[in-house]
């Protein structure tokens, strides 16, 4: 029998308990560090070098951290149902629990790109623990300044097309520790076809499109994972 299709959209909330901050909760990345410096491209034309200190911060950060039960429940869900995450998150702790289909709709911190051409192949590399540290200046192979490969504010999504095509052929969606307060990547919600149900884990309110019905699961990732797996094992056993 053909396995269900399960679309999970993650943000920063899926990685809180491996020991990243979010972004817009209280004490988040963004309240100690200016948005427009670190995650924009003119943050990066007006400082390349501070830029750059700051995504190896987050690299040695990545490094240190483990993927938590949220992650490695989803990953462990490949084995009744087909998923695909689609994340917002830069980290590798999907992949790491064991995720096989990750759309990373934000970019990778592992990987560095040219500053030229970010989007070119032949310049996009991932780092390991031995280079995650960019040292200041370095280049790319097309000479230019090698930069995080990561989508920027006021940047096109690449990969957003692929995400939507996922989305909308979905039999359960699920949206995971995001504000939903970034769009492109919010407005994914909108290609779920009518009738299929959506769930959302998340300890705090999060205000959905209107018009989406949806089953809320008001807890941590780690936890909410589990009793989304169950709540769906439970639909599979019903006659
Ligand atoms: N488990 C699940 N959710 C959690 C947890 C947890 N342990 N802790 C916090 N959350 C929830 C918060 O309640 C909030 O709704 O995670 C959400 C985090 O929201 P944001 O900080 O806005 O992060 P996110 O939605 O991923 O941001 C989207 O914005 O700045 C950009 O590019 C960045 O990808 C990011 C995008």
């Not at 149900?197 to 589990?226: F, M």
């Amino acid at each position: 029998m053909k396995k269900k299709k399960l679309v999970v959209l993650t943000g920063a909330g899926m990685s809180a308990e491996s020991g990243f901050e979010t972004f817009r909760d209280a004490g988040g990345l963004w309240e100690r560090y200016p948005v427009e410096q670190v995650a924009t491209p003119e943050g990066w034309a007006a400082d390349p070098a501070m830029v750059t200190g700051f995504y190896n911060g987050l690299r040695r950060q990545l490094l240190a951290a483990r993927p938590n039960e949220g992650h490695c429940r989803l990953a462990g869900m490949e084995s009744d149902m087909d998923v695909c995450v689609v994340t917002q998150n830069v980290d590798d702790l999907h992949e790491r629990a064991g995720s096989t289909n990750v759309i990373h709709l934000h970019g990778e911190l592992m990987k560095v790109c040219s500053s030229a051409h970010p989007d070119d192949p032949r310049c996009i590399r991932t780092l390991g623990p031995d280079d995650a540290e960019v040292p200041v200046g370095a280049t790319a192979a097309d000479g230019s300044l090698l930069r995080p490969w990561i989508v920027w504010f006021g940047e096109a999504v690449p990969r957003l097309e692929a995400a939507a095509r996922e989305v909308e052929t979905a039999d359960v969606f699920a949206i995971i520790g995001t504000s939903l307060n970034v769009y492109p990547a919010a407005g994914l919600v909108r290609y779920v076809r009518p009738g299929v149900p959506v769930y959302l884990i998340d300890p705090n309110p999060v205000r959905l499109p209107s018009g989406c019905p949806v089953t809320v699961i008001r807890d941590v990732a780690s936890k909410g994972v589990a009793r989304l797996h169950e709540a769906l094992s439970r639909q599979e056993k019903k006659p």
